[in-house]
């Protein structure tokens, strides 16, 4: 097997006295889609922002252990300097709201104060737009501000912007909990066109989503990690009988 | 039981019809003063009026043009000092809570509020213009920008709370750094409203008298130097409108009027600007 | 392509940002920092400076009925008691009239254009600037109170402590008006709803729901203005008659603690007189601190819930 893009050693993480993620160990390799599952407060979305070094930035919340990316710790990084190598997607669409479309797109450029020339910009803005399948139905109106698009229109304006950045990781939250079917399907189809380049980790509480997209699964239940293995083995044959338990509806 | 059901009608109405003739009572004198001050400074205001300075009592005519020139330099002074201060202090208040100095700085803020403006002005005496020898436009300026600085602190600090934190998780997911985040994403989308009370904060200030008395203390004479007294135009009003001289009190009233609108003035921009500037999210 | 824009990330990112956000998070600390020094350093500042008279003169500063600077006499009774019946009395008059606002922002007609109209008044009445009160008061309002006098065989000074209540009164009604109107929104619709459907009419509504939920709020309110009208210098100063005499009674002139600061500090020409009036700021900063806290503590409480 390649070595992984991503690891995680012995992770643990907190809200206070909450122990919200226990000692997870995974290691995830490129241009794969992982897809974690779990029950609403499993922990899930607080591994997740571990990842991205957000977790920290929640008042009273702190975390130990090591995420490698091959093999340098983020944590032993300057957060910055992990966020722009992780990209991240969230569960509501966040655009910003005071910039255009195009600005929207080169936003991580544009206000880390690097700067592009125009031809330069305009091939970001095109190319992460193109890959974020947005760029058809946007490349008429790019000095609108991002928050006229529809939801799902905002949700892949927010991916452009992460990709925009060529990050080697991308992290979503539940990225189509908030949006409609349509939207839905236009987003998971974009995911496996990005794993080309990518390697994806999605956050959802949607079975039938991480069994569609994934190529591999991690079924997290109570802050800890109960089984990660193939999508396919997984949803057929799960060896744990919690994850059994939850992709049969016994709970939710 | 039917008399008794009217009798509580026709109370509930009576009510209603004293509450609203009390309410409305406040709009009297303010349309008093208003118009009161306008006929009178009306008649003033002319070109010599706005480019003079004032005369000796006795003679005719004057201006209030060292007056104009005071308040305008002691005022932009104060926002120099004040504005990058309480902004900064606002948005440190909204991003820490529950800490220490938050906690602290709070209570501080709710104390400056109320503190008498006239107690600013006795303890910038002594911390400036005792140490500097006398009595200057700068020292006026210190009082004002204290004044000013929790208006401008709440108004920044509302504001930005107001600001779903997604977006500052947005600008962090990208690898900004804090300052940038802070600067380039929070605070133009919370532009409206901390501009708002910064236009509040000057509307405020621009017609404090009681901190300049033992500060600025007032110039008959032009005076650009901020190291030197200053008038400015509430001192102008207070000076003049308490001597005993018609000519004075006349020269009070221009005074008055153009004090009066300019603050009126600025209220209305302030309103302005919040409803133009609004982002939405 | 792809490397000439990830060398760009790598080159100019790093360090200078990363300094610049250390900086700035330390200049948002001294902001922070700037506010509680300033506070504490008033009033360290007012303590120190009203020493030399808390020595000479004790608790005979307060209740001593004589100020007499040529004397080196310094009793601020008169200005203590001057400075509660003028602000009690702005309370007296300005209360029917801001709570009459607030109820009718608050619950009658929240939006209308009059409603509008009453809510602007109201900002305007706060922002007219009180040196303009008080030269307004001074013209118009105390030949009208010298001819009320004249009528009813008082001393006709015209200006006095009920001159200067009526300004204040009209100073400070804006404070507890639109904190008032705050107060009475925050009272749930469901509470307004169940007495209506029990067939009671709107007065009843405000007298027995929204009067008991919206009243330490309303008190709130009245307390913040109250430290107002406390520290108002420049319109009482005006209308107020500046003596120094006990004041007889509500028509006779006197003199409020800030406006004998504002008449005398630049004449106080002897450390106790300075000091004596620097004692009196002192007075004044610390009622004004504790009913503006208590005003403060009420609301949060209140908003709380």
Same mark, same amino acid.
């Given at each position: 097997?390649?070595?992984?893009?991503?690891?995680?050693?012995?992770?643990?993480?907190?809200?206070?006295?909450?122990?919200?993620? *226990?000692?997870?160990?995974?290691?995830?390799?490129?241009?794969?889609?992982?897809?974690?599952?779990?029950?609403?407060?499993?922990?899930?979305?607080?591994?997740?922002?571990?990842?991205?070094?957000?977790?920290?930035?929640?008042?009273?919340?702190?975390?130990? /252990? *090591?995420?490698?990316?091959?093999? *340098?710790?983020?944590?032993?990084?300057?957060?910055?300097?992990?966020?722009?190598?992780?990209?991240?997607?969230?569960?509501?669409?966040?655009?910003?709201?005071?910039?255009?479309?195009?600005?929207?797109?080169?936003?991580?450029?544009?206000?880390?104060?690097?700067?592009?020339?125009?031809?330069?910009?305009?091939?970001?803005?095109?190319?992460?737009? #193109?890959?974020?399948?947005?760029?058809?139905?946007?490349?008429?109106?790019?000095?609108?501000? /991002? #928050?006229?698009?529809? /939801?799902?229109?905002?949700?892949?304006?927010?991916?452009?912007?992460?990709?925009?950045?060529?990050?080697?990781?991308?992290?979503?939250?539940?990225?189509?909990?908030?949006?409609?079917?349509?939207?839905?399907?236009?987003?998971?189809?974009?995911?496996?066109?990005?794993?080309?380049?990518?390697?994806?980790?999605?956050?959802?509480?949607?079975?039938?989503?991480?069994?569609?997209?994934?190529?591999?699964?991690?079924?997290?239940?109570?802050?800890?990690?109960?089984?990660?293995?193939?999508?396919?083995?997984?949803?057929?044959?799960?060896?744990? #009988?919690?994850?059994?338990?939850?992709?049969?509806?016994?709970?939710? | 039981?039917?008399?008794?059901?009217?009798?509580?009608?026709?109370?509930?109405?009576?009510?209603?019809?004293?509450?609203?003739?009390?309410?409305?009572?406040?709009? !009297?004198?303010?349309?008093?003063?208003?118009?009161?001050?306008?006929?009178?400074?009306?008649?003033?205001?002319?070109?010599?009026?706005?480019?003079?300075?004032?005369?000796?009592?006795?003679?005719?005519?004057?201006?209030?043009?060292?007056?104009?020139?005071?308040?305008?330099?002691?005022?932009?002074?104060?926002?120099?000092?004040?504005?990058?201060?309480?902004?900064?202090?606002?948005?440190?208040?909204?991003?820490?809570?529950?800490?220490?100095?938050?906690?602290?700085?709070?209570?501080?803020?709710?104390?400056?509020?109320?503190?008498?403006?006239?107690?600013?002005?006795?303890?910038?005496?002594?911390?400036?213009?005792?140490?500097?020898?006398?009595?200057?436009?700068?020292?006026?300026?210190?009082?004002?920008?204290?004044?000013?600085?929790?208006?401008?602190?709440?108004?920044?600090?509302?504001?930005?709370?107001?600001?779903?934190?997604?977006?500052?998780?947005?600008?962090?997911?990208?690898?900004?750094?804090?300052?940038?985040?802070?600067?380039?994403?929070?605070?133009?989308?919370?532009?409206?409203?901390?501009?708002?009370?910064?236009?509040?904060?000057?509307?405020?200030?621009?017609?404090?008298?009681?901190?300049?008395?033992?500060?600025?203390?007032?110039?008959?004479?032009?005076?650009?130097?901020?190291?030197?007294?200053?008038?400015? !135009?509430? !001192?102008?009003?207070?000076?003049?409108?308490?001597?005993?001289?018609?000519?004075?009190?006349?020269?009070?009233?221009?005074?008055?009027?153009?004090?009066?609108?300019?603050?009126?003035?600025?209220?209305?921009?302030?309103?302005?600007?919040?409803?133009?500037?609004?982002?939405?999210? | 392509?792809?490397?000439?824009?990830?060398?760009?990330?790598?080159?100019?990112? &790093?360090?200078?940002?990363?300094?610049?956000?250390?900086?700035?998070?330390?200049?948002?600390?001294?902001?922070?920092?700037?506010?509680?020094?300033?506070?504490?350093?008033?009033?360290?500042?007012?303590?120190?400076?009203? $020493? @030399?008279?808390?020595?000479?003169?004790?608790?005979?500063?307060?209740?001593?009925?004589?100020?007499? %600077?040529?004397?080196?006499?310094?009793?601020?009774?008169?200005?203590?008691?001057?400075?509660?019946?003028?602000?009690?009395?702005?309370?007296? $008059?300005?209360? +029917?009239?801001?709570?009459?606002?607030?109820?009718?922002?608050?619950?009658?007609? +929240?939006?209308?254009?009059?409603?509008?109209?009453?809510?602007?008044?109201?900002?305007?009445?706060?922002?007219?600037?009180?040196?303009?009160?008080?030269?307004?008061?001074? $013209?118009?309002?105390? &030949? $009208?109170?010298?001819?009320?006098?004249?009528?009813?065989?008082?001393? %006709?000074?015209?200006?006095?402590?009920?001159?200067?209540?009526?300004?204040?009164?009209?100073?400070?009604? &804006?404070?507890?008006?639109?904190?008032?109107?705050?107060?009475?929104?925050?009272? &749930?619709?469901?509470?307004?709803?169940?007495?209506?459907?029990?067939?009671?009419?709107?007065?009843?509504?405000?007298?027995?729901?929204?009067? +008991?939920?919206?009243? %330490?709020?309303?008190?709130?309110?009245?307390?913040?203005?109250?430290?107002?009208?406390?520290?108002?210098?420049?319109?009482?100063?005006?209308?107020?008659?500046?003596?120094?005499?006990? %004041?007889?009674?509500?028509?006779? @002139?006197?003199?409020?603690?800030?406006?004998?600061?504002?008449?005398?500090?630049?004449?106080?020409?002897?450390?106790?007189?300075?000091?004596?009036?620097?004692?009196?700021?002192?007075?004044?900063?610390?009622?004004?601190?504790?009913?503006?806290?208590?005003?403060?503590?009420?609301?949060?409480?209140?908003?709380?819930?």
């Amino acid at each position: 097997m390649e070595r992984p893009v991503l690891t995680s050693k012995k992770l643990n993480a907190y809200f206070g006295s909450v122990h919200a993620v *226990k000692n997870v160990n995974i290691e995830i390799s490129a241009n794969n889609i992982l897809a974690i599952m779990g029950p609403s407060g499993c922990g899930k979305t607080t591994f997740l922002r571990c990842i991205n070094r957000l977790h920290e930035l929640t008042p009273g919340a702190t975390s130990n /252990g *090591k995420i490698l990316l091959h093999d *340098k710790n983020i944590y032993d990084m300057h957060p910055v300097f992990a966020r722009l190598k992780i990209g991240m997607v969230f569960q509501r669409p966040n655009p910003f709201p005071n910039l255009n479309i195009f600005d929207n797109v080169i936003a991580g450029y544009k206000l880390n104060g690097l700067k592009l020339n125009k031809v330069n910009k305009e091939r970001i803005v095109e190319d992460s737009l #193109t890959k974020a399948a947005l760029w058809k139905e946007v490349k008429d109106s790019l000095h609108k501000k /991002g #928050t006229f698009l529809s /939801g799902g229109q905002q949700q892949r304006l927010c991916i452009a912007r992460a990709i925009a950045m060529e990050p080697e990781v991308l992290l979503l939250d539940e990225p189509t909990s908030a949006l409609d079917p349509v939207s839905t399907a236009s987003i998971e189809e974009l995911l496996h066109e990005l794993k080309k380049n990518l390697t994806i980790i999605v956050v959802t509480h949607n079975m039938q989503q991480a069994a569609r997209i994934s190529d591999r699964t991690a079924f997290f239940y109570m802050g800890a990690l109960i089984e990660y293995d193939n999508t396919k083995n997984i949803f057929t044959s799960p060896k744990d #009988t919690r994850t059994q338990n939850y992709i049969t509806g016994r709970f939710s | 039981m039917d008399v008794r059901l009217k009798y509580r009608v026709v109370k509930s109405k009576l009510v209603q019809v004293l509450i609203i003739m009390l309410a409305f009572t406040i709009t !009297l004198p303010l349309l008093l003063i208003i118009i009161y001050i306008f006929k009178e400074g009306i008649t003033e205001i002319n070109w010599a009026f706005l480019t003079q300075i004032p005369k000796p009592v006795g003679e005719a005519g004057g201006g209030i043009a060292n007056a104009l020139a005071g308040s305008l330099i002691i005022v932009f002074t104060a926002s120099v000092i004040s504005v990058p201060i309480g902004i900064m202090g606002g948005i440190y208040f909204s991003e820490n809570k529950n800490c220490w100095l938050s906690n602290w700085g709070q209570i501080s803020v709710d104390v400056l509020q109320g503190v008498p403006s006239i107690v600013v002005g006795i303890v910038i005496y002594f911390w400036i213009v005792k140490p500097l020898g006398g009595f200057s436009a700068f020292s006026g300026s210190i009082a004002l920008a204290i004044m000013m600085l929790p208006i401008i602190i709440r108004s920044t600090e509302e504001t930005l709370k107001l600001i779903p934190s997604s977006l500052k998780e947005a600008g962090f997911a990208l690898g900004i750094p804090y300052h940038r985040v802070i600067l380039k994403i929070i605070l133009p989308c919370g532009l409206s409203g901390i501009l708002s009370g910064v236009l509040l904060s000057i509307a405020r200030i621009a017609g404090e008298t009681a901190p300049l008395l033992f500060t600025a203390f007032g110039n008959p004479y032009f005076s650009t130097d901020i190291s030197k007294p200053m008038q400015s !135009l509430p !001192l102008l009003v207070f000076n003049y409108a308490t001597s005993p001289y018609e000519d004075w009190h006349k020269l009070a009233w221009g005074a008055a009027l153009i004090l009066l609108f300019t603050v009126l003035l600025l209220n209305i921009i302030t309103k302005l600007t919040t409803k133009k500037w609004n982002v939405q999210f | 392509m792809e490397t000439g824009v990830k060398k760009i990330k790598k080159a100019k990112l &790093p360090n200078r940002q990363i300094r610049m956000e250390v900086v700035f998070r330390h200049s948002l600390i001294s902001a922070g920092l700037v506010v509680v020094i300033l506070v504490l350093g008033i009033m360290l500042s007012l303590i120190w400076y009203s $020493i @030399p008279s808390m020595k000479a003169l004790g608790f005979t500063f307060i209740w001593g009925k004589t100020w007499d %600077p040529v004397r080196d006499i310094y009793g601020a009774y008169p200005f203590l008691l001057g400075t509660l019946l003028t602000s009690f009395l702005a309370l007296l $008059i300005s209360i +029917p009239f801001s709570f009459a606002i607030a109820f009718y922002l608050g619950e009658y007609k +929240p939006r209308s254009w009059l409603s509008g109209f009453l809510k602007n008044t109201v900002e305007l009445i706060a922002a007219v600037p009180s040196v303009i009160y008080g030269f307004w008061g001074l $013209i118009v309002l105390v &030949p $009208i109170v010298q001819k009320i006098e004249m009528k009813t065989g008082i001393l %006709p000074y015209g200006t006095g402590i009920f001159t200067a209540s009526l300004i204040l009164a009209i100073m400070i009604i &804006p404070f507890a008006a639109s904190l008032g109107k705050e107060m009475i929104r925050l009272v &749930p619709a469901s509470l307004k709803e169940g007495a209506y459907s029990l067939g009671a009419t709107r007065y009843e509504v405000i007298l027995n729901v929204i009067w +008991p939920y919206s009243k %330490p709020g309303l008190f709130a309110g009245v307390l913040l203005s109250l430290g107002r009208a406390l520290g108002e210098t420049m319109a009482v100063t005006m209308v107020i008659g500046n003596t120094s005499m006990v %004041p007889k009674n509500i028509f006779s @002139p006197g003199n409020t603690m800030a406006s004998v600061i504002a008449n005398e500090f630049t004449e106080a020409d002897h450390t106790l007189y300075l000091s004596a009036l620097i004692e009196l700021g002192l007075v004044l900063f610390l009622v004004t601190i504790v009913i503006n806290l208590a005003g403060k503590r009420i609301i949060k409480r209140f908003t709380n819930i």
